[in-house]
């Protein structure tokens, strides 16, 4: 699922809700499977909210806004109820939950905030709100009721 801005404009916000919620990059290990937003251009990435009862996102998986551009990338917000688990095993490209200023952007990352019953974050999983451009990181804040 995905909404891009590849010009002035904004993209309209993505929100997803579930009860149990599975992003599974591994049966294609070469392309991503994701529920986000990118921009190329001025406009910016949509906020993208995510609340499910468990949510599994596995090698190739992601929660994403990103810039590749001028504008900024969105906010990301996940919510798990009860379980939250990333495993990035054998992954090609980033797993996780992400807002990201990519090579060659000029825009920020937007924050990201994740709340969970329990989380577990193995092999090269990830929650990051981070720039590899010219741009500003953003904020990241997880607060997790029991085990970590």
């Known amino acids: 699922m995905a909404s891009v801005v590849q010009s002035t404009g904004s993209a309209a916000p ?15 290990p070469g ?22 009862g468990d949510l599994t996102i596995l090698a190739n998986g992601e929660i ?16 798990a109820f009860g379980a939250a688990s990333i495993d990035g095993s054998s992954a090609i490209f980033q797993t996780g939950i992400l807002s990201q200023a990519n090579p060659g952007s000029r825009g920020n990352a937007g924050s990201v905030q994740v709340n969970a019953g329990s989380l577990s974050l193995v092999n090269a999983g990830q929650i990051s709100a981070s720039t590899i451009g010219l741009g500003a990181g953003g904020d990241v804040n997880v607060q997790v009721g029991g085990k970590l």
């Open 14 to 28: 993505i929100a997803v809700s579930a009860g149990s919620l599975l992003v599974d990059g591994t049966m294609n």
């Open 31 to 52: 392309s991503l499977t994701a529920i986000g937003s990118v921009t190329a251009g001025p406009g910016r990435a949509a906020d993208v909210a995510v609340a499910a």
């Open 64 to 79: 994403v806004s990103i810039t590749t551009g001028t504008g900024n990338a969105g906010n990301v917000a996940v919510s």
